[in-house]
Nanobody, 122 residues
């Protein structure tokens, strides 16, 4: 069974930084695209950033120049470095990955982490 586990959320003051991590575990054959999404109270989940297996990235306009997505394919892990944080960045952040698993059968699926809370407040 494939699982995604996130870490790194917390409370930070405006202008501060946080680094989120998300590690995929289980019977993994290959990981394709990985990404981060967020959902603020009363709002829909929105895309924050994505990264392909070759390292191509995309960002939401609201985080360009402040957030950086990266991945370590040897560790099946994706990161989100968040700098110059603003109160409007407050949300639950979720990682997502497109994974081919090996057991119990070869299958392709899109998996989500459980989410990690990021709160930006003074």
């Amino acid at each position: 069974q494939v699982q995604l586990g996130e870490s790194g959320g917390g409370l930070v003051q405006p202008g501060g930084s946080l680094r989120l991590s998300c590690a995929a575990s289980g019977s993994i054959f290959r990981i394709y695209g990985m990404g981060w999404y967020r959902q603020a109270p009363g709002k829909q989940r929105e895309l924050v950033a994505t990264i392909t297996s070759r390292g191509s990235t995309t960002y939401a306009d609201s985080v360009k120049g402040r957030f950086t997505i990266s991945r370590d394919n040897t560790k099946n892990t994706v990161y989100l470095q968040m700098n110059s944080l603003k109160p409007e960045d407050t949300a639950v952040y979720y990682c997502n990955a497109d994974i081919v698993q090996l057991t119990p059968e070869v299958d392709f699926g899109s998996y989500w982490g459980q989410g990690t809370q990021v709160t930006v407040s003074s």
